[in-house]
C-alpha cells in the first residue's frame, strides 16, 4: 500500500515535468510563431486595402489615375488610421513610373487580339483602345521574434493592374 501511494506520487511528478518540457520546448516556440504569422497576414491585408482604395479612385477619376500628388493624399489617408504605414515607390519593377498608364490596342475576334501602344488615341479605327493603370504598395513590418528563415525587417508588397478607360 506505501509502495502503491510512492509510485502514484512519482507519476504525478513525472506527468509534471513532461507537460513544463513540452510547454516550454514545443507549444510556446509554436504560439510565438503563430504570432508573427498573424501579424504577416494583418499587414498584406492592410497593404491589399489600400490597393483596392486606389483602384476606387482610378475607376472614379479615369482621366487623373495617374496623378501622383492625389495618389500620396490617398496613402496618406490611410496611413493615417493604419497600424503598418503603405509607401508607394516611385519606380516599378519593369521601371515605369508607378501609377502610370499603359495603352492596348484590342482587335476584336475569338479571341480577342491585344497589342500594345504607347500612347492615347494610337489605335486603327478597327481596334478598341483599353487605358490600363498599375500601381505598387509596399509596407515593413518589424517582427517581434526573429524566427529562422523570416528576416526582420519584413517587406510585403501589393501590386495590381486595372483597366480605366
Known amino acids: 500500500m506505501i509502495l502503491h501511494r510512492l509510485l502514484q506520487r512519482g507519476r504525478r511528478a513525472s506527468v509534471a515535468v513532461e507537460f513544463a518540457l ?12 503563430a504570432s508573427d504569422f498573424v501579424i504577416l497576414i494583418t499587414a498584406q491585408a492592410q497593404a491589399n486595402t489600400a490597393l483596392q482604395a486606389l483602384y476606387y479612385f482610378a475607376w472614379t477619376n479615369p482621366l487623373t489615375a495617374d496623378n501622383l500628388t492625389q495618389l500620396q493624399e490617398i496613402i496618406s489617408a490611410i496611413n493615417s488610421a493604419s497600424v503598418y504605414q503603405v509607401s508607394m515607390p516611385a519606380t516599378l519593377s519593369s521601371g515605369a513610373a508607378n501609377g502610370s498608364f499603359t495603352y492596348a490596342c484590342v482587335t476584336p475576334g475569338t479571341p480577342p487580339t491585344f497589342t500594345s501602344a504607347t500612347g492615347p488615341g494610337l489605335c486603327s479605327s478597327t481596334q478598341v483602345q483599353q487605358t490600363y493603370v498599375t500601381y505598387k504598395l509596399t509596407t515593413t513590418v518589424n517582427l517581434p521574434i526573429n524566427l529562422p528563415g523570416i528576416p526582420s525587417p519584413f517587406t510585403l508588397t501589393s501590386r495590381g493592374t486595372i483597366q480605366v478607360q
Open 22 to 33: 513540452v510547454t516550454s520546448f514545443f507549444l510556446l516556440p509554436l504560439t510565438l510563431g
